[in-house]
């Protein structure tokens, strides 16, 4: 049998492979370790995760993937460095010859795969991750670096993106068309909720401005009588913020904060969670919401509300970017309890009906055997 090799990158993914707590990273960092993880069970498929370098050996076997390590495209250094580092990258991606590249975010290193699919006639397929990747708002605020991802994303020959309206967006800002919508994958797993068990406000992300981590503890102030969870990796580019945000939350006698969390032990935060809390100005599809549903706990969002999903299912609520709607949907569920619990349930069916990798990942699988 003649195997397809398919090669997806994400430099923090290595996370996941090494169980490594230390590399700060993201949901689509998730996202692509669980669709790579999926598609190695296929026998007609051999898998390549390109990750950054962690000091960690050049090739590993890690679940039936072949672990490579590249460069650190993201140390602050000349654009000549870069140039050289993209070089290695380029000539990383020739020495294992991959069938079909996958790429994810707006990463300008994106442009090393279009090179590489462009001169030996192979397939790339792009993930978009964020409003601000589809409405050419990154593009536009970053120069070359913006011109490179365009290029690679113009000439992708599928782009993958996470709901409709994103969809719609790219046929519009990039006037592309070969465009499928493949919603976020998460494993579907049966462990039983006690809805007794809930008792906290939880809110989970890396710290980014904006996500507006600082509303969590105004909201907080407002609700003074519940517990509020905060968990906040921080970052070396925000790392002032992210140290007032900490001691901030610290002073307060009704919020926790955490710094990090491994993500084999999050799912508890969310499964022990009332409500869950969401208050960035903008996302894809947040892997925070999916957590948030198979835990059967409903979602309040300042913004966030990919498809409309949570009026059309009955899984919370959207606050208009408002702060007094946000407060006065909170505390309307938490003095409601059949509500909340009815709206839990419907998380979980969502969810189940929509995001179940089995089901997803098969869809990938058939989208690339079709290129």
Not at 148 to 158: G, K, P, R, T, Y
Request: charged residues 20%; hydrophobic residues 40%; contains cysteine.
């Amino acid at each position: 049998m003649t195997k397809k090799k398919i090669c997806f990158y994400m430099q923090e993914a290595y996370s996941f492979f090494a169980d490594n707590n230390k590399i700060l990273h993201g949901g689509a960092e998730l996202q692509m370790f669980l669709l790579a993880k999926h598609l190695s069970k296929f026998a007609d498929n051999e898998i390549i995760f390109m990750v950054g370098n962690y000091g960690q050996p050049k090739s590993q076997k890690i679940e039936n993937i072949n672990v490579v390590r590249t460069v650190n495209i993201y140390l602050k250094k000349s654009f000549f460095f870069k140039a050289i580092t993209a070089l290695k990258m380029l000539y990383l991606i020739i020495k294992h010859k991959p069938d079909v590249v996958i790429t994810t975010t707006f990463n300008p290193t994106s442009f090393v795969f279009y090179i590489y699919k462009t001169l030996f006639k192979k397939k790339h397929i792009h993930r978009t991750a964020s409003l601000i990747e589809v409405n050419k708002q990154w593009i536009n605020e970053n120069a070359i670096m913006g011109k490179l991802f365009e290029i690679s994303l113009l000439n992708a020959d599928v782009v993958i993106t996470q709901n409709y309206e994103h969809k719609d967006l790219l046929e519009t800002s990039h006037k592309l068309k070969n465009i499928h919508v493949l919603k976020n994958v998460i494993e579907i797993k049966n462990h039983k909720i006690s809805f007794s068990q809930k008792k906290n406000l939880l809110w989970v992300s890396r710290y980014v401005e904006m996500k507006n981590p600082f509303m969590f503890l105004i909201l907080a102030k407002q609700i003074p009588d519940y517990n509020f969870i905060m968990i906040c990796p921080n970052s070396q580019k925000d790392i002032q913020r992210w140290t007032q945000l900490k001691e901030e939350a610290t002073k307060m006698k009704n919020v926790t904060f955490i710094d990090k969390v491994e993500h084999k032990y999050i799912q508890k935060y969310f499964d022990d969670a009332l409500i869950f809390i969401n208050t960035s100005d903008y996302e894809g599809f947040p892997n925070t919401f999916l957590q948030a549903a198979i835990a059967e706990t409903p979602i309040v969002s300042l913004v966030v509300n990919p498809d409309n999903f949570l009026n059309t299912y009955n899984c919370g609520y959207a606050c208009e970017n408002k702060f007094d709607i946000l407060l006065t949907k909170t505390l309307f569920l938490l003095n409601n309890n059949e509500l909340r619990e009815k709206m839990g349930e419907n998380c979980f069916s969502y969810v189940s009906q929509n995001h179940d990798i089995n089901t997803v990942g098969d869809n990938w699988k058939q989208l690339i055997n079709n290129l």
